[in-house]
């Protein structure tokens, strides 16, 4: 289910960055599960470095013959605390909250569940929920076979940087993406009253 992830490679990508930007002065945070984590490694950037960290990132990882989409995705979002930082995620292209929302769609019967995409509210704040909006879909033709035709989301009040840009490229066209206002679990409340389901 990784999708060709080699996590070898990976750190080996991850740490070659690293030590390029040490030659420079440069210090990175890195977190401290990365040694034990097979499927993720996950830094904190300063937000000034985060264009050139990424580029000297995917140069190694196109080295390590671990390119950028089919194999490795980079999630970005912005730091909880300090908005002059951010988090970068380097995992496979398979493994986001899209995919595991699909996934769960696709297994709910094996519960004892099932839901139609027209059942399906996703809710998010940061980058890192940004493929689950990319699952869903309309009916003007435009949809992947696997998108959520039906389906809605909604991104809450208060959301990091990335994701109120992200909504705006996405929100202003659809009618089955809400920008909400309220933040939070008040937010999911909002959409739930805009799409008229409560």
């Given at each position: 289910a990784s999708g060709g992830w080699d996590n070898a490679a990976v750190r080996r990508a991850v740490q070659a960055t690293l030590t390029a930007l040490e030659r420079r002065g440069e210090q990175i945070d890195v977190d401290a599960d990365n040694a034990r984590n097979t499927l993720k490694q996950a830094l904190t950037v300063p937000r000034t470095m985060l264009d050139d960290f990424l580029g000297i990132l995917r140069a190694r990882l196109i080295a390590e013959d671990i390119p950028e989409g089919p194999v490795v995705q980079l999630v970005i979002c912005s730091h909880i605390a300090n908005p002059e930082l951010a988090y970068i995620d380097v995992v496979p292209a398979l493994a986001d909250k899209g995919a595991a929302t699909?996934?769960?769609?696709?297994?709910a019967a094996a519960c004892g569940a099932a839901f139609a995409a027209t059942d399906v509210l996703v809710c998010g704040d940061s980058g890192n929920d940004q493929a689950m909006f990319d699952l869903l879909g309309d009916d003007s033709g435009e949809a992947r076979p696997d998108q959520l035709v039906g389906g809605k989301g909604v991104i809450v009040g208060e959301s990091k940087p990335e994701m109120v840009a992200y909504a705006r490229s996405k929100?202003?066209?659809?009618?089955?993406?809400?920008?909400?206002?309220?933040?939070?679990?008040?937010?999911?409340?909002?959409?739930?009253?805009?799409?008229r389901w409560i």
């Open positions: 699909r996934w769960l769609l696709d297994n929100a202003a066209s659809r009618d089955w993406i809400h920008l909400a206002q309220e933040p939070a679990a008040a937010g999911v409340l909002e959409a739930l009253q805009h799409f």
